[in-house]
């Protein structure tokens, strides 16, 4: 099924992907944002933050935003 995927860490970008039946937002954040914490990104669905537990739908709304955004250094 295709979820429609925002993720807005770095560069960031927007687009339909492919997940599996039954997927839950915990098992497409660890996918997709291998080696980084869940808890480090606030982790929408639909525009509602949402639990880990939570099972996509076809056609859902998935953002992934980094709560903590480094800037550069001071000269």
Same mark, same amino acid.
């Given at each position: 099924m295709k $979820?429609?995927?925002l993720n807005n860490?770095?560069?960031? /970008?927007?687009?339909? &992907?492919? &997940?599996?039946?039954n997927m839950t937002v915990g098992a /497409?954040?660890?996918e997709r944002?291998?080696?980084r914490d869940a808890a480090d990104y606030l982790?929408? $669905?639909?525009?509602?933050?949402?639990?880990e537990?939570? &099972?996509?739908q076809p056609g859902s709304r &998935?953002?992934?935003?980094?709560t903590k955004v480094n800037g550069a250094l001071a000269a």
């Open positions: $979820v429609f995927y860490s770095g560069g960031g /970008f927007a687009d339909h &992907v492919e &997940v599996e039946e /497409f954040f660890a944002m291998k080696g982790i929408r $669905v639909d525009r509602l933050p949402c639990a537990d939570q &099972v996509l &998935v953002s992934i935003t980094p």
